[in-house]
């Protein structure tokens, strides 16, 4: 069995949430004392990935929290499948702390948590036996977000710096990372929540690996296609700020 050697970051991940099977969704959110600010965007996402499969649901919250922090929240329920997760980021997006839960049936089943410190994201992961491995992702010059493949809302943070260029992806659930590209194709019609909008078309690239997303004036999530066969919308139009 791996054991997590000592990491620079243990102070920022005791700081994590443990999301519990009792975790609530949408406007529910746990955010806790002392990180609660104003709301810039929460609501659901409907999913579906590929022609088969069950629906997926997923809630989120994203505020903003002391210091110029952002938090981000979210649940996705998908049959039995439920993962919950918590991220913290500095002003434009890049990530302080992270933490994903996946649970069977009710049972978790499946732990990351990570940290940043002197220019590195430091994670651990712990299986459904109590194994633990640890991985350590340079964030390197550009900008650098979490992105997972089973939540959508985390798109958010790709654009938070910059609408288009260099971007640096880390996926600490499927512990890999690499530089994309994000670029913009400008406005488009989009229909959420049956009415039809105008928003910003963006894409991020790696290879094969694109992940097609429109937002609206404020950087929000709309809708989401990926080349893996995911396709997100949400529920309704987010509140006008």
Do not use: C
């Amino acid at each position: 069995m791996m054991r997590m050697r000592s990491m620079a970051a243990t102070a920022s991940l005791g700081a994590l949430v443990a999301a519990g099977p009792g975790f609530t969704g949408g406007a529910g959110l746990s955010v806790p004392a002392g990180m609660q600010g104003g709301v810039i965007d929460q609501g659901a996402f409907r999913i579906t990935r590929g022609s088969a499969g069950t629906p997926e649901v997923e809630n989120f919250r994203i505020s903003r929290g002391g210091g110029g922090q952002i938090v981000a929240t979210g649940q996705l329920s998908a049959g039995t499948r439920r993962v919950v997760s918590r991220l913290v980021t500095d002003s434009v997006g890049s990530p302080l702390e992270y933490q994903l839960t996946l649970f069977e049936n009710g049972t978790r089943v499946a732990e990351v948590k990570a940290g940043a410190s002197a220019g590195r994201l430091s994670t651990m992961t712990t299986n459904r036996r109590g194994d633990e491995s640890d991985k350590d992702y340079p964030l390197g010059r550009d900008h650098a977000i979490i992105l997972d493949d089973d939540l959508v809302h985390l798109l958010y943070f790709s654009s938070l710096s910059s609408r288009t260029g260099p971007i640096r992806v880390i996926s600490p659930h499927a512990a890999r990372a690499g530089a994309f590209t994000i670029s913009a194709h400008g406005l488009e019609p989009v229909e959420v929540g049956g009415q039809s909008v105008t928003a910003t078309h963006l894409s991020l690239t790696n290879g094969p690996d694109t992940r097609d997303f429109w937002v609206d004036e404020d950087g929000r999530v709309l809708r989401v296609e990926t080349s893996s066969g995911l396709k997100a919308v949400r529920d309704e139009l987010p509140r006008k700020r």
